[in-house]
């Protein structure tokens, strides 16, 4: 027989962990003090922190909304009783308060500022269909195949015809399109396509459109290009690149991945050049070359022509951004495509371009983000963009000394438009994920 | 009984170009390069037609004229009364200098940070964070001015250096001066000096090479290679013998000795600079259009290359720090022996596209009054000649010609370090 006195016949209750490991403590003593070293960088970096935010914060909230001019500012300072030893520690905000309606739309007349608050509400109307799927009904995608021209008329105003004729060039080129594949076969029907409408807008669109508002006048006020200005510009030039650059970039992608050795090579060529030479360049070509390369008298708009360069600078980066989604691909997907019988074309709408596309979000958007940062350039050929703007504020005699505010502000912006451009990268991409965990 | 007969021989028709695949590649590529030649005759045909009109036609002789304007930060001599072209090459070395400082220091910079955002230590992961988006999302040009704002509003003026009661004082003993003309640092100088290598004569891209920092130069590069020897040489005997004989003080020996000697016999010392009238006289000034440049370039390339740098690390999977642990590798030996050779397949495609982007990107030193190649040839010098055609395509092929090496040379050693697959 054995001698034992006790044999425990239920399991003890749990005892609750030491306090050291949970709760906050346990948090902080596993990431934050985890050792010597790890506690040292941690003091270090609460100092750093402590001081940054010690000198910026009281800097911020300055009780200066409403200063006239920096020495108006300065005044309020010193009553307030913030001088440091350097004179008057604080923002000067009445910089942003007075002004802040011209770095949003440069000297766009301002009683018609409802015209781009408006174009820029439809924007996201019209991206609705395109960025959340989910939630907005997709007959709306008709809307966002409109908004473009609604867009230029309400911004540059003028006759409602002039958009209206514009659009008619791609109804005709759809409607050659439809009539031509079934006459004369795919090839044909897209070159045509292409022909036809040039034609229209080169020879006929001019006088259609004079001709059509003499009939019945219906126009805006109009507004001149170089009235254009701030984030407005900004964001004009932005968008506008970014929706021409995607399809442009396509095409592009599709000549480099060909097999036609001369329809490669000249679209090589055409990367491989723009990606080679800095924005600032080709701004330089859009601001004084490239008058010179149209036909004679031909003088066409200074935004027109930083679009077009801004455009094709970007078409080239999303060009090889979608070369690696289509690299990506593995060729079973190539080689599937053409054994269910799928023409060219066919196979990259139905079979090729959703996947690579979808591969190659991540670098879509960070190729927008880099293009909408790139929009600051236009300062440089002295477009008045937020910065260049900046500079005009600080020669004004009452904000003169003026820096940080400003910048600041700026900053500040870009940094929001920017961040949530990558944060719904990675909702797109969360969205679009069917691999299987 | 039914009789085979060839199939009737086919006659070429019109319409095969453009329906049988035999020759609609063919079709298509003769189209396009029709439409590309017409695209650029129209072009070429309009320009000349402008350019006739405005009485210029494409001439490259202002290149040879005298420029007119100054150049305060340069590498080589040159006065106002210099060529064109001598402006242009001093802009294009300046465009190199700002192009390799930045590419030291952000590499340098984004390794440290992207390691860092992988630290287990979470409030330091997440410092690097904001510092990672808060400079991805801001436009580098508002950087740069930002940057160079800040230079010209805190740094004092030098005259806050002088006298009893200064308000500003030289930092590291004396010999380096932050000032809100520049910052001035000591240069070496040799006292016994060899004297310059003048090199192509006096043509436009002339410059001088001073032959101390070659000889020093080859005295250390010579050091370098001994070192390598006793390394190898220690490997050997490791593989014979399984002992490997302690070589860190030859290698020390090797490297430093030769140096030393050669820059002591040709009389090494530093200039100091030193406040004298409104300004500082002797070292090297930087100015602040440069550092802020620099500055500005490099913290903005970093956020890019640290994202690449923590991609690639988190790309090399947990099982080789494992395997490498079993064999009972150090940590420090896990991270340089496993996980960074591998590691660096992944960065450096990326790597060298943002080197790209930070040498294109020094072009907006114009917007701090650097003069860089966009500054001279695209900026003062275009601006005075009205030669905006030549100007321009002189610019881009420089920019071409740096691209294109940039991913030449970069290419080569990512293939050098690939891996070699059976």
Same mark, same amino acid.
């Given at each position: 027989?054995?001698?034992?006195?006790?044999?425990?016949? @239920?399991?003890?209750?749990?005892?609750?962990?030491?306090?050291?490991?949970?709760?906050?403590?346990? /948090?902080?003593?596993?990431?934050?003090? =985890?050792?010597?070293?790890?506690?040292?960088?941690?003091?270090?970096?609460?100092?750093?922190?402590?001081?940054?935010?010690?000198?910026?914060?009281? %800097?911020?909230?300055?009780? +200066?909304w409403n200063g006239t001019s920096l020495a108006n500012c300065r005044e309020i300072l010193t009553a307030a009783g913030s001088v440091g030893e350097h004179g008057t520690t604080g923002a000067c905000w009445g910089v942003i308060r007075e002004r802040w309606l011209q770095l949003m739309f440069g000297f766009?007349?301002? @009683?018609?500022?409802?015209?781009?608050? $408006?174009?820029?509400?439809?924007? !996201?109307?019209?991206?609705?269909?395109?960025?959340?799927?989910?939630?907005?009904?997709?007959?709306?995608? /008709?809307?966002?195949?409109l908004f473009p021209f609604i867009a230029a008329w309400l911004l540059w105003g003028g006759s409602i015809w002039n958009p209206l004729v514009a659009l008619a060039g791609f109804a005709i080129g759809f409607g050659v399109f439809r009539y031509a594949s079934t006459a004369l076969g795919a090839l044909a029907a897209i070159i045509l396509a292409a022909l036809v409408p040039i034609l229209w807008w080169v020879f006929l669109a001019g006088p259609v459109a004079s001709g059509l508002s003499s009939v019945i006048p219906l126009e805006l006020e109009t507004v001149q290009s170089r009235n254009f200005g701030g984030f407005m510009l900004s964001i004009t030039i932005g968008v506008t690149a970014i929706i021409c650059s995607l399809p442009l970039g396509i095409i592009?992608?599709?000549?480099?991945?060909?097999?036609?050795?001369?329809?490669?090579?000249?679209?090589?060529?055409?990367?491989?050049?723009?990606?080679?030479?800095?924005?600032?360049?080709?701004?330089?070509?859009?601001?004084?070359? *490239?008058?010179?390369?149209?036909?004679?008298?031909?003088?066409?708009?200074?935004? $027109?022509?930083?679009?077009?360069?801004?455009?094709?600078?970007?078409?080239?980066?999303?060009? @090889?951004?979608?070369?690696?989604? *289509?690299?990506? *691909?593995?060729?079973?997907?190539? @080689?599937?495509?053409?054994?269910?019988?799928?023409?060219? %074309?066919?196979?990259?709408?139905?079979?090729?371009?959703?996947?690579?596309?979808?591969?190659?979000?991540?670098?879509?958007? =960070?190729?927008?983000?880099?293009?909408?940062?790139? +929009? &600051?350039?236009?300062?440089?050929?002295?477009?008045?963009?937020?910065l260049g703007l900046s500079n005009a504020i600080r020669a004004d005699a009452n904000w003169n000394g003026i820096v940080w505010e400003l910048y600041g502000f700026i900053a500040l912006l870009f940094f929001v438009f920017c961040f949530s451009m990558s944060r719904y990268s990675m909702y797109l991409e969360r969205k679009l994920t069917t691999d299987h965990h | 009984m039914t009789t085979l007969t060839d199939p009737p021989k086919e006659s070429f028709r019109l319409s095969m170009l453009i329906y049988d695949t035999r020759y609609r590649s063919a079709t298509i590529q003769v189209v396009a390069m029709l439409g590309f030649m017409l695209l650029a005759a129209w072009l070429i045909n309009n320009t000349a037609q402008n350019l006739n009109a405005l009485g210029k036609p494409i001439d490259f002789g202002f290149l040879g004229e005298s420029a007119g304007y100054d150049i305060n930060q340069r590498l080589i001599d040159y006065s106002s009364r210099s060529s064109h072209m001598r402006a242009a090459?001093?802009?294009?070395?300046?465009?190199?200098?700002?192009?390799?400082?930045?590419?030291?220091?952000?590499?340098?910079?984004?390794?440290?940070?992207?390691?860092?955002?992988?630290?287990?230590?979470?409030?330091?992961?997440?410092?690097? &964070?904001?510092?990672?988006?808060?400079?991805?999302?801001?436009?580098?040009?508002? %950087?740069?001015? !930002?940057?160079?704002?800040?230079?010209?509003? &805190?740094?004092?003026?030098?005259?806050a250096f002088r006298g009893e009661n200064a308000t500003a004082t030289m930092v590291l003993s004396d010999s380096v001066a932050f000032t809100n003309r520049g910052v001035y640092v000591p240069e070496p100088l040799f006292s016994r000096s060899l004297g310059d290598l003048h090199l192509f004569g006096e043509s436009a891209v002339r410059f001088d090479i001073s032959l101390d920092l070659v000889v020093v130069l080859i005295a250390l590069i010579g050091g370098i290679i001994?070192?390598?020897?006793?390394?190898?040489?220690?490997?050997?005997?490791?593989?014979?013998?399984?002992?490997?004989?302690?070589? %860190?003080? $030859?290698?020390?020996?090797?490297?430093?000795?030769? &140096?030393?000697?050669?820059?002591?016999?040709?009389?090494?010392?530093?200039?100091?600079p030193a406040l004298k009238g409104f300004n500082f006289q002797g070292g090297t000034h930087m100015r602040n259009?440069?550092?802020?440049?620099?500055?500005?370039?490099?913290?903005y390339t970093a956020a890019f290359i640290a994202e690449n740098v923590r991609a690639g690390i988190l790309a090399i999977s947990k099982g080789q720090t494992e395997a490498a642990g079993a064999l009972g590798l150090r940590p420090s030996r896990i991270m340089r022996l496993v996980v960074l050779p591998q590691a660096l397949r992944v960065i450096i495609p990326p790597l060298i596209s943002q080197y790209l982007n930070l040498t294109k990107n020094s072009s907006l030193a114009i917007a701090v009054g650097y003069m860089d190649i966009t500054g001279t040839l695209g900026g003062i010098t275009m601006n005075q000649t009205g030669r905006e055609l030549e100007c321009i395509l002189m610019l881009m092929l420089v920019y071409l010609v740096i691209s294109l090496t940039i991913s030449f040379v970069m290419n080569w050693y990512n293939e050098s370090v690939k891996l070699r697959e059976r």
């Amino acid at each position: 027989m054995s001698d034992i006195a006790f044999v425990r016949t @239920e399991i003890l209750p749990q005892k609750a962990p030491p306090v050291a490991a949970t709760g906050f403590i346990g /948090w902080a003593r596993e990431n934050l003090f =985890s050792g010597w070293f790890n506690s040292i960088l941690t003091v270090l970096s609460l100092a750093v922190i402590f001081s940054v935010l010690s000198s910026i914060l009281p %800097w911020v909230f300055s009780p +200066t909304w409403n200063g006239t001019s920096l020495a108006n500012c300065r005044e309020i300072l010193t009553a307030a009783g913030s001088v440091g030893e350097h004179g008057t520690t604080g923002a000067c905000w009445g910089v942003i308060r007075e002004r802040w309606l011209q770095l949003m739309f440069g000297f766009y007349p301002s @009683e018609l500022y409802w015209r781009p608050i $408006l174009t820029f509400v439809m924007l !996201f109307v019209a991206l609705g269909p395109i960025l959340f799927t989910d939630f907005v009904p997709s007959k709306l995608i /008709w809307f966002s195949g409109l908004f473009p021209f609604i867009a230029a008329w309400l911004l540059w105003g003028g006759s409602i015809w002039n958009p209206l004729v514009a659009l008619a060039g791609f109804a005709i080129g759809f409607g050659v399109f439809r009539y031509a594949s079934t006459a004369l076969g795919a090839l044909a029907a897209i070159i045509l396509a292409a022909l036809v409408p040039i034609l229209w807008w080169v020879f006929l669109a001019g006088p259609v459109a004079s001709g059509l508002s003499s009939v019945i006048p219906l126009e805006l006020e109009t507004v001149q290009s170089r009235n254009f200005g701030g984030f407005m510009l900004s964001i004009t030039i932005g968008v506008t690149a970014i929706i021409c650059s995607l399809p442009l970039g396509i095409i592009l992608a599709l000549g480099r991945q060909s097999d036609l050795l001369i329809v490669k090579s000249l679209c090589v060529g055409f990367i491989e050049f723009i990606r080679g030479v800095p924005l600032i360049t080709l701004l330089f070509v859009a601001s004084t070359l *490239l008058n010179i390369f149209m036909p004679p008298g031909t003088n066409f708009d200074i935004i $027109l022509r930083v679009l077009i360069m801004v455009t094709l600078f970007a078409a080239a980066y999303m060009a @090889e951004v979608i070369r690696g989604g *289509l690299a990506a *691909l593995p060729k079973g997907q190539y @080689e599937g495509a053409d054994s269910l019988g799928l023409d060219y %074309w066919q196979a990259q709408r139905l079979v090729i371009m959703p996947q690579a596309l979808k591969i190659s979000i991540p670098g879509i958007v =960070s190729t927008f983000i880099g293009v909408f940062k790139d +929009t &600051t350039l236009v300062s440089i050929i002295a477009l008045l963009d937020p910065l260049g703007l900046s500079n005009a504020i600080r020669a004004d005699a009452n904000w003169n000394g003026i820096v940080w505010e400003l910048y600041g502000f700026i900053a500040l912006l870009f940094f929001v438009f920017c961040f949530s451009m990558s944060r719904y990268s990675m909702y797109l991409e969360r969205k679009l994920t069917t691999d299987h965990h | 009984m039914t009789t085979l007969t060839d199939p009737p021989k086919e006659s070429f028709r019109l319409s095969m170009l453009i329906y049988d695949t035999r020759y609609r590649s063919a079709t298509i590529q003769v189209v396009a390069m029709l439409g590309f030649m017409l695209l650029a005759a129209w072009l070429i045909n309009n320009t000349a037609q402008n350019l006739n009109a405005l009485g210029k036609p494409i001439d490259f002789g202002f290149l040879g004229e005298s420029a007119g304007y100054d150049i305060n930060q340069r590498l080589i001599d040159y006065s106002s009364r210099s060529s064109h072209m001598r402006a242009a090459f001093v802009g294009l070395l300046n465009t190199l200098v700002v192009a390799v400082l930045g590419c030291l220091t952000a590499t340098v910079l984004g390794i440290i940070i992207g390691v860092l955002r992988l630290s287990k230590n979470w409030l330091i992961a997440r410092i690097m &964070t904001v510092y990672v988006e808060m400079f991805r999302n801001v436009p580098v040009l508002l %950087w740069i001015v !930002f940057l160079m704002a800040i230079l010209i509003e &805190t740094l004092p003026p030098p005259n806050a250096f002088r006298g009893e009661n200064a308000t500003a004082t030289m930092v590291l003993s004396d010999s380096v001066a932050f000032t809100n003309r520049g910052v001035y640092v000591p240069e070496p100088l040799f006292s016994r000096s060899l004297g310059d290598l003048h090199l192509f004569g006096e043509s436009a891209v002339r410059f001088d090479i001073s032959l101390d920092l070659v000889v020093v130069l080859i005295a250390l590069i010579g050091g370098i290679i001994g070192a390598r020897m006793v390394k190898k040489r220690a490997d050997r005997i490791q593989e014979a013998t399984g002992d490997r004989p302690t070589t %860190w003080y $030859l290698v020390l020996g090797l490297i430093a000795v030769p &140096t030393i000697i050669v820059m002591a016999a040709l009389g090494f010392h530093l200039g100091y600079p030193a406040l004298k009238g409104f300004n500082f006289q002797g070292g090297t000034h930087m100015r602040n259009s440069l550092i802020a440049l620099w500055l500005a370039l490099s913290l903005y390339t970093a956020a890019f290359i640290a994202e690449n740098v923590r991609a690639g690390i988190l790309a090399i999977s947990k099982g080789q720090t494992e395997a490498a642990g079993a064999l009972g590798l150090r940590p420090s030996r896990i991270m340089r022996l496993v996980v960074l050779p591998q590691a660096l397949r992944v960065i450096i495609p990326p790597l060298i596209s943002q080197y790209l982007n930070l040498t294109k990107n020094s072009s907006l030193a114009i917007a701090v009054g650097y003069m860089d190649i966009t500054g001279t040839l695209g900026g003062i010098t275009m601006n005075q000649t009205g030669r905006e055609l030549e100007c321009i395509l002189m610019l881009m092929l420089v920019y071409l010609v740096i691209s294109l090496t940039i991913s030449f040379v970069m290419n080569w050693y990512n293939e050098s370090v690939k891996l070699r697959e059976r």
